[in-house]
């Protein structure tokens, strides 16, 4: 017999955790010991599972099932300590058990909950394999206590330490507001709320791995697994990124159903867990790695309901951090990147950056007269005024403290903005055909 179940016998290993992750649960589902008749009518279970604490846990109808719990901490549940023997003998024993439940109560009691303060990704994959069987596995430890945790105010860091925390801090502020915050992608703008930040995930070498930010959008109720990086990252940690990301992405998509069992129980609106979790890249720079969107696209041709963006960063000139799109390759806005060194007037950045948000999958034209007409009209778009406008142009959005706050100049527009626009995209059509010509 396994030496982790003799353990457990005996009273040696703690319950700590699973009390707590089990009193959770019975907040939103009737939590009850399984009956001896169900374990004991036909073949009896073997011990190796009923020297277990099992549940049965019943009310919403696609949340209801099982719950097998292990004793323990941390260090009681490794790998080396449990073993993967005794988890194969436990196996077959707990589909049984399900189906006998699902007999005994004449319901859709389709879940089997794992439970404990840890359970290795060793463990896990063997766990896995019940899926072939039971639609819905849902693993429950201690890390997802922190989602049921009160959330509290966050203060941003002191903006003259602008490093990755400070970046952190001041999106989960804005993440926070009743509102939400709005993120720019390729479908549009999307308002994300905020689930939690540094959420821990999985074991690491020495630290826990965290996931970022994970927050949820609040038009579809899709989770969202953000991961981010600081202005003065390194080239590898921003090549890391994309491969970090789809590992929280895939986790987060794992568990959402615990995510949502913590965050607001079965019967809340606010996550919809038939939706895919998204996965939102966001990082400083003028344009995104290259071999991003190779990764992207294998990955969202791979899974067609997967959605990856890419959000950039970048701080005004009071150090308050901006959000964007990264314009797609070959877009009227590859032409706004790098900005200007100089302004006008205090509002001409933000209609800059809006303006390169706006212009993000809109391809560059074949003629200089065709751009000019695009910025034309965007500009329309997005101030109500046109370009030649005589006076300056006053708008709130664009208000963000300064003399000249939220104060537009069409003359700059174009004298210099344009200016700047069409010389690239010059420079972009002869680079074009430098290529065509060295492929012949």
Known sequence: ???????????????????????????????????????????????????????????????????????????????????????????????ELSRRVKKKEHGRFECIYIVGEYISEVLLRKFRLLKSLTPNIIVLTRNMLAIADPVTTIKSICPSKINEDYVQKSLCCRLLEPGGLSIPTRSGNINVGYIKHEMKTQRGTKEPEKLDILGYDKDDGSLIAFEIKGPTCSRVELENLFLQGIEHQVWAEENKRAIKLFYEGPSGSVINTRKRVRLLLGFFGDSVPELFYDLREQAETKDRDLKIDFVRFSLDMFHELFISRFPEPESVSCLMTPKPQQWSLRGDPYLWEEMSNHLATTKIPDSIDGLISIIETAFIDLTGYSITSENHIYLEKYCHGGMSSGHIDPKFWVNTMIPIVTERCRRFWAKVEDSVNKQR
């Open 1 to 95: 017999m396994s030496k982790y179940i003799n353990n457990v016998r005996d009273g040696k290993l703690s319950l700590q955790a699973v009390k707590r992750l089990m009193h959770h649960v019975s907040k939103h589902l009737e939590v009850s010991e399984i009956s001896e008749d169900i374990l004991n009518s036909g073949n009896k279970i073997t011990y190796n599972l009923t020297g277990l604490p099992i549940y049965l846990v019943k009310g919403h109808k696609s949340w209801s099932g099982i719950a097998v719990c292990f004793p323990g901490n941390k260090e009681d549940l490794k790998t080396e300590k449990i073993g993967t023997p005794y988890i194969r003998s436990i196996l077959y024993p707990i589909l």
